[in-house]
């Protein structure tokens, strides 16, 4: 459930004013520029993709977040390592983040209404602080090992067959919607 959100997102909020730098070849100054706005855009996103979830459900926004961060991931990662221009680099991590905001608006209470009210903060807690420390975690790591051995590409990969991998959590997750635990006692 945690495990390709999470990485996207540290993906292109954590690692990418690197990525910009040392790949894309920007400058200091431009790259945290545009990891600034799209970071302020970004944070405005997250109660709008929340509101539109209480209208069509949390697993239909989960399940675009992975079918769009499966399908986009490694073009985006790919077309930003040749872009030149600020705005173009600009546009594409919105648009990764803009899909990214499908998981990082809903995730905490999508978790919260998976279990009783009993268990909710260690049902929760333990699984999402394991899962961010493991991918979250090690996503700047393993991209700049991918990059030190030359093969970059390689990690734009490995965050796409992770988002793969929770869109198949999402897929066959019962829908929240109608099987909350949120208001068990």
């Given at each position: 459930?945690?495990?390709?959100?999470?990485?996207?997102?540290?993906?292109?909020?954590?690692?990418?004013?690197?990525?910009?730098?040392?790949?894309?070849?920007?400058?200091?100054?431009?790259?945290?520029?545009?990891?600034?706005?799209t970071l302020f855009l970004f944070m405005c996103?997250?109660?709008?993709?929340?509101?539109?979830?209480?209208?069509?459900?949390?697993?239909?926004?989960?399940?675009?977040?992975?079918?769009?961060?499966?399908?986009?991931?490694?073009?985006?990662?790919?077309?930003?390592?040749?872009i030149q221009s600020w705005w173009g680099a600009?546009?594409?991590?919105?648009?990764?983040?803009?899909?990214?905001?499908?998981?990082?608006?809903?995730?905490?209470?999508?978790?919260?209404?998976?279990?009783?009210?009993?268990?909710?903060?260690?049902?929760?807690?333990?699984?999402?602080?394991?899962?961010?420390?493991?991918?979250?975690?090690?996503?700047?790591?393993?991209?700049?090992?991918?990059?030190?051995?030359?093969?970059?590409?390689?990690?734009?990969?490995?965050?796409?067959?992770?988002?793969?991998?929770?869109?198949?959590?999402?897929?066959?997750?019962?829908?929240?919607?109608?099987?909350?635990?949120?208001?068990?006692n």
């Amino acid at each position: 459930l945690t495990m390709g959100g999470t990485l996207a997102f540290y993906t292109y909020t954590t690692y990418m004013q690197k990525y910009l730098v040392n790949t894309v070849g920007m400058s200091i100054s431009d790259s945290t520029t545009i990891s600034a706005a799209t970071l302020f855009l970004f944070m405005c996103l997250q109660p709008l993709v929340g509101a539109l979830s209480d209208k069509v459900g949390r697993r239909p926004i989960l399940i675009a977040f992975g079918i769009l961060g499966t399908l986009f991931t490694v073009p985006i990662l790919t077309t930003l390592h040749t872009i030149q221009s600020w705005w173009g680099a600009f546009f594409l991590i919105m648009a990764a983040l803009i899909i990214v905001s499908g998981y990082t608006s809903i995730n905490a209470v999508v978790k919260a209404e998976l279990f009783p009210t009993e268990i909710r903060a260690l049902g929760v807690g333990l699984p999402y602080a394991l899962t961010v420390s493991i991918f979250g975690g090690t996503a700047e790591y393993i991209a700049l090992w991918f990059k030190s051995i030359g093969m970059e590409t390689g990690y734009y990969w490995y965050v796409t067959a992770c988002i793969a991998v929770s869109l198949v959590v999402y897929v066959t997750m019962k829908d929240t919607r109608k099987h909350s635990r949120i208001t068990t006692n």
